[in-house]
């Protein structure tokens, strides 16, 4: 229970810095800033394990900071994917 609350909160964290980054108009609601921010820590995960060798789950300092990129990217991803449809 305390990992799901630690998730949603690195995901509101960093999914509001990388709205706040990305420029531009991002009409969210806090649920879908969580979304994003989550999204964001998986993908920065990924980018952590290929770069390091180790396990996406594997929590280290550079968690943040590769969950804040990862959301970055996802945002910019949903960019492109809702101004096609």
Do not use: C, E, H, K
Not at 21 to 48: E, H, K, N, R, Y
């Amino acid at each position: 229970m305390v990992g799901l609350l630690w998730l949603l909160l690195i995901g509101l964290v960093a999914g509001f810095i990388a709205r706040a980054l990305v420029p531009g108009p991002d009409p969210m609601a806090w649920w879908q800033t969580i979304l994003l921010g989550v999204v964001g820590s998986f993908v920065g995960g990924f980018i952590g394990s290929l770069l390091s060798g180790g396990s996406i789950t594997d929590v280290n300092s550079s968690g943040i900071i590769l969950s804040v990129i990862g959301a970055v990217v996802a945002l910019l991803v949903y960019r492109m994917v809702s101004r096609r449809a």
